[in-house]
């Protein structure tokens, strides 16, 4: 029994993990700052979030690229998502107004690349049993 990863459930899984990260957890843990710990807010670790993000949503629209649409689209949503949540870090002041299309974006584009990767037809006349 081999195991296979669905790098499209993981990225929106990240995606996801990030929204709520940056929704959710400076309302839960605004008492950290009392114990000397500082996630929220805190530079390297919200660009350490970002890189992981991008390093399993550009493998998991990778693989849907080469092995089953061959379409940009998904790559151009997940793109602007990722430069949204960049933006969110340049300019601080406006993060609310970046966040939630940079998430939207990146969850678009994961879903739009698993509906391409099950469209596609991969039935080659020499390789069907029909």
């Known amino acids: 029994m081999s195991f ?6 993981l990225g929106i899984a990240a995606s996801v993990a ?9 309302l839960i843990m605004s008492s ?13 670790f919200e660009y350490f979030m ?5 390093g399993i949503g550009a493998n ?9 649409h061959h379409r940009a689209e998904p790559y151009i949503f997940f793109t602007t998502g990722i430069l949204l949540l960049l933006a969110k870090q340049v300019w601080h002041q406006y993060q609310l ?3 939630a299309p940079a998430v939207l974006a990146i969850v678009y584009a994961h879903f739009r690349n ?17």
């Open 97 to 99: 107004v970046f966040l």
């Open 18 to 26: 990030c929204a709520i990260h940056c929704a959710v957890l400076p």
């Open 4 to 9: 296979k990863i669905n790098w499209d459930a």
């Open 60 to 68: 998991s629209l990778y693989h849907g690229y080469k092995l089953h």
């Open 32 to 44: 950290l700052p009392i114990f000397g710990m500082n996630i929220i807010d805190n530079e390297a």
């Open 50 to 54: 970002i890189l992981v993000a991008f």
């Open 114 to 130: 698993y509906h391409l990767c099950r469209k596609a037809d991969h039935c080659h006349a020499a390789d069907c049993n029909h």
